[in-house]
């Protein structure tokens, strides 16, 4: 489960042009649906079981000064590894959650922090034989 999510983290957060801020937590900071990525922030169009796109609401960014939300299409890429909708649909069909939950978790099962987001991105990217010294996380 736990790659899934990290999978599903990444592909999105890359498709959408999300910062790392967008959908993981500060280590101190605690889960707050009406604040951050819940369950409840992605819908399946047309429907979920053929979905071309999702519909992703993102409730309060560092771009949003008024903390109004917006919401982002993100289209399917079929037949890719990074397809963003196949991986959500990978999280959410074989795990259903409450709407309120956390959209992504990590190894604690408690909403993904940056920091645990970060150390496995790092960890993935040295998998590939990359310095990760070069990339540094933007947040």
Same mark, same amino acid.
């Given at each position: 489960?736990?790659?899934?999510?990290?999978?599903?983290?990444?592909?999105?957060?890359?498709?959408?042009?999300?910062?790392?801020?967008? @959908?993981?937590?500060?280590?101190?900071?605690?889960?707050?649906?009406?604040?951050?990525?819940?369950?409840?922030? +992605?819908? @399946?169009?047309?429907?979920?079981?053929?979905?071309?796109? +999702?519909?992703?609401?993102?409730?309060?960014?560092?771009?949003?000064?008024?903390?109004?939300?917006?919401?982002? +299409?993100?289209?399917?890429?079929?037949?890719?590894?990074?397809?963003?909708?196949?991986?959500?649909?990978?999280?959410?069909?074989?795990?259903?959650?409450?709407?309120?939950?956390?959209?992504? +978790?990590?190894?604690?099962?408690?909403?993904?922090?940056?920091?645990? @987001?970060?150390?496995?991105?790092?960890?993935?990217?040295?998998?590939?034989?990359?310095?990760?010294?070069?990339?540094?996380?933007?947040?």
């Amino acid at each position: 489960m736990l790659n899934a999510n990290i999978e599903a983290a990444m592909n999105l957060s890359f498709a959408a042009f999300l910062r790392c801020g967008e @959908f993981t937590l500060d280590n101190k900071e605690k889960f707050d649906s009406s604040r951050h990525l819940s369950r409840g922030s +992605v819908q @399946f169009l047309p429907n979920v079981s053929s979905p071309t796109h +999702v519909l992703l609401s993102i409730p309060s960014s560092k771009t949003d000064p008024f903390r109004k939300g917006v919401s982002i +299409v993100v289209a399917a890429a079929p037949g890719t590894s990074t397809c963003p909708v196949a991986a959500l649909r990978y999280l959410f069909e074989p795990h259903p959650a409450d709407v309120n939950s956390p959209l992504f +978790v990590g190894e604690n099962g408690q909403a993904l922090t940056r920091t645990s @987001f970060i150390a496995r991105m790092k960890s993935a990217i040295a998998r590939l034989g990359l310095d990760t010294s070069k990339y540094y996380p933007y947040y």
